[in-house]
């Protein structure tokens, strides 16, 4: 072999190696809107079996492998399945656990396609970080008023009890047990964003225009979005302060007037929007944290969720508590 | 890594919750119904069962049972046609902590043994598949 063809060799060989350092993650370029905005509409759902937090038995394990991830989705399906983990034993302590059959949800079937073992992914232990000694100390008077109170009236119950607020709707859009989809439709200048729960509707502005004055509060908060190459971004403040967790089943957390949620929505693909957002609220919590996961095309329509229609448990609690306080005192007397 | 997976505990239920099964319903009384549905009540956030459950003595009481969310049921395939007025069904689940004749339905199951929900959650709909 002469010099030639060796030195022919070695730069066909680098320049293969430097295609192979060079080569695109594997991109995908989204379609427009007619007004010309990367187009993020359609159908979409977040349900996944990837925990909010990162549990404690996978700590320093940000990825799975496939066959892990395949593991841990079939381990999820059974525990979520009550059927499958009754062992006959019943009573009060099992109601909340138990007291429904699997069916009754839609968490869907998988992890993210990230294979990520978190929706948390900053701080990197995939768990959201302490909360201040402000944000505790507010945390803790929360949840004993709520012990001593727990149905003096509908105001003591959650949000979600009382069809004002889910997480799905966000902000942050987190994946609740059921109903975990969304329709996004932009027209000229605004990207709307609807929550099947509770048909929550953000409109959001892409003007520019700033922030509600500070004294307009609202659950959903006042978003404004935009375009950052092909993301939409969108932040949102002007909470309203309620001394319940506006997270859901992942998460007992809290938050107060000081929220703010930046959110990232990324089409990644014909089927495929990456979502992350990060949560500060300096009063709360020691530091931001970000959540990231994917949106889903679902090809079925968003179907109505009139929560108030026939919000029978509403009655059931209160009736429920009120007939515990007349038995408490005809015993005591 | 496999062993550390099966040994992930349940996730605690946090305290708020979405509907407070344990704040409507009394863990402490579990009831099984046999009895015939009379109507099912299609409205959010949750479907209701009515049926009329024959005690021992012959009469003949109407209970409430309640179910999961129809936008739920819908995707699952349950619709109008079934549960209707006439079908024998046994209910599994927990009476109303106000002592009311109202249960949720953790199970249900028909005459001939077939489940109305099937017990697990990995139901193959559409959307329930990973976009790789």
């Given amino acids: 072999m002469s010099y030639r063809s060796i030195a022919i060799m070695g730069t066909l060989a680098l320049a293969a190696a430097a295609a192979v350092a060079q080569a695109p993650a594997k991109t995908w370029t989204p379609s427009r809107t007619a007004d010309g905005q990367p187009d993020l509409q359609g159908t979409w759902t977040n349900a996944t079996l990837t925990p909010l937090q990162r549990p404690p038995e996978l700590a320093g394990k940000e990825f799975f492998t496939e066959e892990e991830q395949a593991a841990f989705e079939k381990k999820r399906l059974q525990q979520n399945d009550v059927e499958s983990v009754d062992d006959g034993k019943r009573g009060p302590a099992d109601l909340a656990r138990r007291a429904y059959n699997g069916a009754w949800f839609d968490r869907g079937s998988h992890g993210v396609n990230t294979r990520r073992t978190s929706l948390v992914v900053e701080p990197s232990d995939g768990r959201i970080p302490p909360m201040t000694p402000e944000g505790k100390k507010k945390f803790d008077e929360a949840h004993s008023n709520f012990a001593a109170h727990p149905a003096d009236g509908p105001e003591n119950r959650p949000l979600s009890e009382r069809c004002i607020l889910f997480p799905n709707a966000g902000p942050p859009m987190l994946p609740e047990p059921y109903n975990n989809n969304y329709q996004i439709v932009q027209s000229p ?145 | 890594m496999r062993k550390i997976i099966l040994t992930i505990s349940l996730l605690a239920v946090p305290m708020w919750a979405h509907h407070a099964f344990t704040a409507e319903f009394d863990g402490n009384k579990p009831v099984k119904l046999r009895g015939t549905v009379t109507k099912m009540e299609w409205i959010n956030p949750h479907a209701w069962i009515h049926i009329d459950v024959k005690e021992a003595d012959g009469k003949v009481t109407n209970w409430m049972v309640e179910c999961g969310s129809p936008n739920t049921l819908l995707r699952r395939g349950v619709t109008k046609a079934s549960v209707t007025a006439g079908m024998e069904v046994l209910v599994d689940g927990y009476q109303s902590k106000d002592g009311s004749n109202k249960a949720n339905g953790r199970d249900v199951t028909f005459a001939d043994g077939k489940k109305l929900f099937l017990g697990s959650s990995n139901t193959g709909a559409p959307g329930d598949t990973p976009e790789k």
């Fill in chain 1, 189 to 333: 200048g605004f990207v709307t964003i609807m929550a099947e729960m509770v048909h929550d509707v953000r409109v959001v502005p892409l003007d520019g225009r700033p922030h509600l004055p500070s004294n307009i509060r609202q659950w959903k908060g006042d978003s404004r979005g935009h375009w950052e190459g092909n993301t939409l971004v969108i932040d949102t403040t002007n909470f309203s302060y309620n001394d319940k967790s506006r997270f859901g089943v992942a998460y007992d957390g809290f938050t107060d007037q000081n929220l703010h949620v930046t959110e990232r929505f990324t089409r990644t693909g014909p089927g495929t929007i990456t979502y992350r957002a990060t949560v500060d609220d300096p009063t709360i919590y020691s530091k931001p944290w970000t959540i990231e996961t994917t949106l889903s095309k679902r090809d079925e329509p968003i179907y109505e969720y009139a929560c108030h229609e026939g919000n029978y448990g509403m009655f059931g609690i209160l009736s429920g508590e009120r007939t515990q306080e007349k038995t408490a005192a005809a015993k005591a007397k």
